[in-house]
């Protein structure tokens, strides 16, 4: 069974761009988390979807956006991004909501120049 | 909010010994505890949880433990191994009304000596 995948990787962008990243979750999960991880923050919650539904969200500014399709692929946009935004990105999957056992990606190093 | 939040930012122990990583919660919210690794370049792993109405929950060559009253928990690893060089976190879940909160403490990182 393939794991989480999120791409790109890697990703360098400039102040004021907007970025977009990818999340697959493992085949049947229908939860997708996104967490930001700084060494500064360290782990923080983003947004949790469920069934394409935002079901609950963390304290990030409205830059911050998601969605769900209904494959559970999962999408996270940053909309005019800021040096600070630099961070790993990680998505997590779980075969239900609030399900304890959460799967995460290898997460995507966002870089901003 | 809840908060999570590690004693020690980092472990180190010689190969075979035990190694025990704490962590400390400031609300009593949270329904259950859950131990993640995270190694250099990979994403957080699971490793084990615990719901808040249990003390003690034992797994492969881990152990971990819940005292309410102190509002701590933590992390016991048996024979620690060179494998076992990670930065480790807990986190807090809360469940409400079905949404899941999960709030990750900072990281404790555990050095292996061989």
């Known amino acids: ?113 | 909010g809840e908060s999570v939040g590690l004693h020690l930012p980092t472990l180190s122990v010689q190969e075979g010994d035990n190694s025990i990583i704490n962590c400390a919660y400031s609300n009593s919210a949270s329904d259950y505890f859950i131990w993640y690794k995270q190694e250099s370049g990979k994403g957080p792993q699971f490793i084990i949880d615990i719901r808040s109405n249990m003390d003690k929950r034992q797994g492969q060559r881990v152990t971990v433990l819940l005292n309410k009253t102190v509002k701590h928990l933590s992390l016991q690893i048996a024979a620690t191994q060179p494998g076992d060089s990670a930065v480790y976190f807990c986190a807090g879940v809360r469940r409400d009304t079905g949404r899941r909160a999960l709030t990750f403490g900072s990281g404790t990182r555990l050095q292996v000596q061989p």
């Not at chain 1, 360290?42 to 998601?66: A, H, I």
């Not at chain 1, 769900?68 to 991004?81: D, H, I, K, P």
Request: charged share 15%.
């Open chain 1, 1 to 113: 069974k393939a794991g989480v995948t999120q791409t790109p990787r890697y990703l360098i962008k400039t102040r004021g761009q907007q970025v977009t990243l990818s999340c697959s979750p493992i085949s049947g999960h229908r939860s997708v988390s996104w967490y930001q991880q700084t060494p500064g923050q360290g782990l923080q919650f983003l947004f949790e979807y469920f069934s394409e539904t935002q079901r609950n969200k963390g304290n990030f500014p409205g830059r911050f956006s998601g969605r769900q399709f209904s494959n559970s692929r999962s999408e996270m946009n940053v909309s005019t991004l800021e040096l600070g935004d630099s961070a790993l990105y990680l998505c997590a999957s779980s075969a239900g909501q609030g399900d304890s056992l959460a799967f995460f990606g290898q997460g995507t190093r966002l870089t901003v120049v």
